[in-house]
Each structure stands twice: as structure tokens, then as C-alpha cells.
């Protein structure tokens, strides 16, 4: 069963409006870590972002927030006010506390977002 | 800066040969990974190592080595015995290997086998 879900493959945002991009979970761990990865078409694989299980306050850094909504199993990114170099390929994944699991991180599939000006 | 250096950034080798692919990193990270992109799939565990002298295999091991002589390095050869070895390779490393600590990842190796 796939535990990071991705539902849009692909999303479009007019400059400078704000984005949510989705990720639904699926764990059976109390604790574990969400994150989110932006890769440019050039490939390298940017953390963008942290949530972990226990937080309270949903994460924040600069432009970026999670809308982390624990009951749903949801970690939704959003970006606002989208700039031209926001266009690129959005990962979502999940670390489990679990021995067997935590040195992996589990991947969605992605969402490609495109900006336009 | 910090950061991690994979070389080079394009590879390209003929069937049957062996190629490594270099993973340096400045971060003073206890845990280094290595893992394969391949178009539709996501990214998927080669290896990884939690500190010096010791690695782990992960989820698709089978045709790849690595070594982890250095806390810095973690190299990664692609042996003749991995059937599908063209893709993008990706190393990263973590502060420890911990559920919360977030991976940070090189450029990426993108390897061409004819």
C-alpha cells in the first residue's frame, strides 16, 4: 500500500498567488517526521521543510508553511506569493520512528508545479 | 557553505564495466545515504550508513558496493552485475539517523550506461 500519496501530478499558480500542494500518510508509528523536497530541473534535491508527529504548531520557513493535520494524515505544503523559481518537482516524505524503518525516507511520487508570470 | 559534493555530475560507461560515483560531504554528518531516481518511481534506498565502517543495505542493494573509510565519503560503485544501472543517483547525508533528521542531498550523478 502506498504510505505517501501525491494526489496532483501536476499543478499550475499565477505568480506571486499562494499554493497548496497535497500529501496524505499512512503510519501505524506514533512518532515520525514529514517532510517536504523541491528538485529544480537541474536535479538536485532541496529540504524545504520539517513536521514532526508530536508538533504542535504547524511548520513554518520563510514562504513555505505545512498545514499539518495529524487525525486526517495530511501534510499539505503551502507556498506563497509563487515566484518563477518555484517552478519545479515537489516531494513529499515521511521517516517512521520505527528501528526497522527510521533510517529510510519513505517517497511520494511527486507533484510538478509550474509558475506562471 | 557546507554542503555535499557528488562527481561528477554526467557518467557515461559501456556495459560490463564497473564506474563509482564520489559523495563528499563538509556537514560533520554521522549518517550518508545513496539512492536511485528513476523516472515515475520515486527515489528508492541503495545504501546507506549510519557511521564510519559500517553500511547497510537498503531496499535495492543487489549490482551496487560502497565503502565508508572516512566520515566525509561515502563512494558508490555500480558493478557490471547491476542490470539496469542508467539513472540519477543521488547521495545525501543526515546529522544522525533519526527519524527527525532531515536528509540534505548533492547535485546528483546522472549515469548513462550503453
Known amino acids: 500500500a502506498q504510505k505517501i500519496t501525491q494526489t496532483q501530478p501536476g499543478m499550475f499558480v499565477q505568480e506571486k498567488e499562494a499554493v497548496t500542494l497535497d500529501c496524505t500518510y499512512d503510519?501505524?508509528?506514533?512518532?515520525?517526521?514529514l517532510f517536504w523536497y523541491k528538485q529544480p530541473s537541474s536535479g538536485e534535491m532541496i529540504f524545504l521543510i520539517y513536521?514532526?508527529?508530536?508538533d504542535e504548531q504547524n511548520a513554518t520557513e520563510g514562504r513555505y508553511s505545512l498545514n499539518f493535520q495529524k487525525a486526517r494524515k495530511s501534510a499539505n505544503l503551502v507556498i506563497s506569493a509563487s515566484q518563477l523559481g518555484d517552478s519545479a518537482m515537489y516531494f513529499c516524505?515521511?521517516?517512521?520512528?520505527?528501528?526497522?524503518?527510521?533510517?529510510?525516507?519513505?517517497w511520494g511520487l511527486g507533484t510538478s508545479l509550474a509558475v506562471n508570470p | 557553505d557546507g554542503g555535499i559534493t557528488q562527481s561528477p555530475k554526467y557518467l557515461f560507461r559501456k556495459e560490463g564495466q564497473n564506474v563509482t560515483l564520489s559523495c563528499e560531504q563538509n556537514?560533520?554528518?554521522?549518517?550518508m545515504y545513496w539512492y536511485r531516481q528513476d523516472p515515475g518511481q520515486g527515489l528508492r534506498l541503495i545504501y546507506y550508513?549510519?557511521?564510519?565502517?559500517?553500511?547497510q543495505k537498503g531496499d535495492i542493494a543487489e549490482g551496487y558496493s560502497v565503502s565508508r573509510e572516512k566520515k566525509e565519503s561515502f563512494p558508490l560503485t555500480v558493478t557490471s552485475a547491476q542490470k539496469n544501472p542508467t539513472a540519477f543517483y543521488l547521495c545525501?547525508?543526515?546529522?544522525?539517523?533519526?527519524?527527525?533528521?532531515?536528509?540534505?542531498f548533492g547535485n546528483g550523478t546522472r549515469l548513462t550506461v550503453t
Open positions: 516524505a515521511m521517516r517512521e520512528a520505527n528501528a526497522g524503518n527510521n533510517r529510510k525516507l519513505i
Open positions: 550508513s549510519q557511521i564510519v565502517n559500517d553500511f
Open positions: 556537514l560533520n554528518h554521522d549518517a
Open positions: 545525501a547525508s543526515s546529522y544522525v539517523l533519526s527519524y527527525n533528521s532531515p536528509l540534505h
Open positions: 503510519t501505524s508509528d506514533q512518532s515520525y517526521g
Open positions: 513536521q514532526g508527529s508530536y
